[in-house]
Nanobody, 123 residues
């Protein structure tokens, strides 16, 4: 089993910044990448960013490219999402997840999920 614990969410004004963290523990074999997804009220969960555990490849949704940065600390088994220039439309519950296969921009490749952390951006 894998446990994923997110932290760092909160309320911020538009244009502000937040850094989300996701600490992973438990089974470490067969892991391929880590990703962040988000779900706003009344909307489907959507891909935000992903990074391979090797740290050599990152992927971003077009809506966050240039504003968000995903990074990984293998020593701490932790993945981060630095969010800058936040917009009200970034408001959502953010989930981290661990992927077991490629195709890491889709939720189908992920088999472990955190509980989510709320990010609210006020205008």
């Amino acid at each position: 089993q894998v446990q994923l614990v997110e932290s760092g969410g909160g309320l911020v004004q538009a244009g502000g910044s937040l850094r989300l963290s996701c600490a992973a523990s438990g089974r470490t074999v067969s892991r391929y990448a880590m990703g962040w997804f988000r779900q706003a009220p009344g909307k489907e969960r959507e891909f935000v960013a992903a990074i391979r555990w090797s740290g050599d490849s990152t992927y971003y949704a077009d809506s966050v490219k240039g504003r968000f940065t995903i990074s990984i600390d293998n020593g701490k088994n932790t993945v981060y999402l630095q969010m800058t220039s936040l917009k009200p439309e970034d408001t959502a519950v953010y989930y981290c997840a661990q992927a077991f296969a490629s195709g890491i921009t889709t939720s189908k490749s992920y088999n472990y999920w955190g509980q989510g952390t709320q990010v609210t951006v006020s205008s």
